[in-house]
């Protein structure tokens, strides 16, 4: 019989110094880094979608959006990851440990496209963590084998409610943002009933 390794846990300093250097992004948590999953073509068309829409509709307001390329840090649970989206009201602050200044702790509002790989995280453990940040007052959720979106939106002390669009005739509110989200737009060219992982 052999002997087990002692699993190697990581600084988040050694994190961001790996991924500095990594082609494919990870998660880190807990002094475990995660491989993330890749997407699909419907993923990454939802997002184009998604992005050009908030980018047109926060046009000439204080809230900027971002794509997955921009980390975020969940300062009270140490968690970091790459959601598919954010928007920042405020000036970008940065986590003290990343010294490269590439790794965000203030988001208003994250978005991430569910798969079939990944749903059961992104409404779990993924959205456990992200209702953790003092700054976040949304959460959303994009369906990609449906015209479905969900926002979960802060209300007072710890209090998150659901609101939900359904069908491309549809509109989901953001209202931290001012905005509405037409679903025909988020899922423009998509076609509907293929597998999506």
């Not at 087990?4 to 880094?33: C, M, P, R, W």
């Not at 920042?88 to 590439?102: A, G």
């Not at 940040?133 to 979106?149: D, F, G, M, N």
Request: aromatic letters at 10%; glycine letters at 6%.
């Amino acid at each position: 019989m052999g002997i087990a390794k002692a699993k190697i846990k990581h600084t988040v300093e050694q994190y961001y110094d790996l991924e500095e250097n990594e082609v494919y992004k990870s998660e880190f948590h807990d002094g475990d880094i995660f491989a993330m999953a890749g997407g699909s073509p419907e993923h990454s068309l939802i997002v184009t979608n998604l992005l050009g829409e908030l980018r047109q509709r926060l046009k000439g307001k204080t809230c900027t959006p971002y794509d997955s390329n921009l980390r975020i840090k969940i300062p009270a649970t140490g968690f970091v990851t790459y959601p598919d989206a954010a928007v920042f009201c405020k000036k970008l602050e940065f986590d003290p440990k990343d010294k490269r200044q590439q790794t965000a702790i203030n988001p208003t509002i994250v978005f991430e496209v569910l798969s079939k790989s990944t749903e059961s995280y992104d409404r779990g453990k993924k959205a456990e963590n992200y209702r953790q940040l003092e700054s976040l007052k949304a959460y959303v959720l994009v369906s990609q084998t449906s015209p479905h979106i969900e926002i979960y939106e802060r209300h007072g002390d710890g209090f998150w409610f659901l609101t939900e669009a359904k069908g491309l005739d549809q509109e989901l509110a953001i209202k931290s943002l001012g905005i509405q989200l037409p679903l025909a737009e988020v899922y423009d060219r998509m076609k509907f009933g293929r597998k999506n992982s």
